[in-house]
């Protein structure tokens, strides 16, 4: 019985987990990115596409930046990269996997294929300048 209960009980923490940092996204819509901005909030735009192994990388390890300190009072808003090319353009966006940082209505910071914590950090760190 103990053999099955601590996989169990890790499959849960594990989904825990993802819960809590899935709360921390929000998908990109003009109206929300206006609210954040226009009270001097920092957003991060998440633009994201399914099919991107970089994206698919990437966003898991935001995610757990920005759902604890110094990161947990940033807001992520996904831009979907297929379906808001829009919004793409209008951020000068080419490339999936692009993180740009804002703090009000200012852009601090942008990489683009980053996944690993320093790096992801490094962007949101643009931010607190």
């Known amino acids: 019985m103990r053999a099955f209960t ?4 890790g499959l849960f923490a594990m989904l825990a987990a993802l819960a809590t940092s899935a709360a921390a996204a929000e998908p990109f819509t003009d109206k929300r990115f206006e609210e954040l ?3 001097g909030r920092i957003v991060v735009l998440d633009v994201h596409a ?3 192994p970089t994206c698919r990388r990437q966003q898991p390890v935001l995610l757990k930046l920005v759902s ?6 940033f807001s992520v808003l996904v831009v ?3 379906d808001q090319g829009d919004v793409r353009k209008r951020f000068k966006v080419a490339r999936q996997s692009t993180l740009v940082v804002f ?3 200012k852009e601090t910071g942008r990489a683009t294929g980053v996944t690993e914590p320093e790096q992801i950090s ?4 643009s931010a607190r300048k």
Not at 6 to 9: A, E
Not at 68 to 73: G, S, T
Not at 122 to 125: E, I, Q
Request: charged share 25%.
């Open 6 to 9: 601590l996989p169990l009980f």
């Open 37 to 39: 901005t226009g009270a």
């Open 50 to 52: 399914e099919w991107c």
């Open 68 to 73: 604890a300190p110094p990161y947990q009072d």
């Open 80 to 82: 979907d990269y297929d």
């Open 103 to 105: 703090k009000g209505p």
């Open 122 to 125: 490094t962007v949101l760190d």
